[in-house]
């Protein structure tokens, strides 16, 4: 089973920040928050992941709360080409581990024009 | 750099058929994973392999099978398909089993 729970959908307007939120009440300390996205019948693309501080990189930031027990993806201005199915996912990410990736159902983001 | 490729990109088979599907690794990688996405769900884990050798496997039966070749390429073998196996199926290559994967754009199998 998942270790993450998200909205079933969301929507947000062009051009707005979208925020979308990941709880992850169980996680471990050494499992990382890890997000993907999926456009339409295309395969996942990786976008960010970080272990307890804030990331950010050319596509979004990542928030992770101080207990860590939940996170937010931003996409600080939403374009209709962010249209797609987000997943949060915890994973270990440890050279001395092994740890399969589960995929949740996601996030389904529609932007509006 | 070249992304993950996969082929086919289509197939359709045949209930009690075998396939095998391909991909193509980011060059530089050595970690394939292979998932399996019905429509309208989350790609579900099926094994990974890592340095030609499976490294973690889903809760998948035995008539799913792999391979990881030297130069890090893999397989994924299907014997006596089932309905239930019509399906996307994801390959996702990464440098060293925990890091980030990235994905190719699938094959969408259909059994008949």
């Known amino acids: 089973d998942a270790k993450t729970t998200q909205p079933t959908s969301m929507d947000c307007a062009e051009g707005r920040a979208a925020n979308l939120p990941c709880n992850h009440s169980?996680?471990?300390?050494?499992?990382?928050v890890y997000w993907y996205r999926q456009i339409h019948s295309q395969g996942p693309q990786y976008i960010i992941h970080?272990?307890?501080n804030n990331e950010t990189n050319e596509m979004a930031s990542l928030i992770i709360t101080e207990d860590r027990k939940s996170s937010t993806l931003i996409l600080p201005h939403a374009t209709l080409r962010d249209t797609a199915v987000y997943y949060c996912i915890v994973r270990v990410a440890e050279s001395t581990s092994y740890d399969k990736v589960i995929f949740g159902p996601g996030t389904s983001l529609s932007v509006i024009p | 750099e070249t992304g993950v490729t996969q082929s086919p990109t289509h197939l359709i088979k045949t209930r009690g058929q075998q396939v095998t599907l391909r991909c193509s690794s980011q060059?530089?990688?050595?970690?394939v994973s292979w998932y399996q996405q019905a429509l309208g769900q989350g790609p579900q884990f099926i094994f990974q392999?890592?340095?030609?050798?499976?490294?973690g496997r889903g809760n998948f039966p035995p008539r799913f099978s792999g391979l990881q070749f030297p130069n890090y390429s893999s397989e994924l073998n299907v014997n006596a398909l089932e309905l239930d196996d019509s399906a996307l199926y994801l390959c996702a290559s990464s440098l060293e089993s925990y890091n980030e994967q990235f994905f190719g754009p699938g094959t969408r199998l259909t059994v008949l």
């Open positions: 169980t996680i471990s300390g050494n499992e990382y």
């Open positions: 060059s530089g990688h050595n970690t």
């Open positions: 970080g272990l307890k």
């Open positions: 392999y890592y340095r030609e050798e499976e490294n």
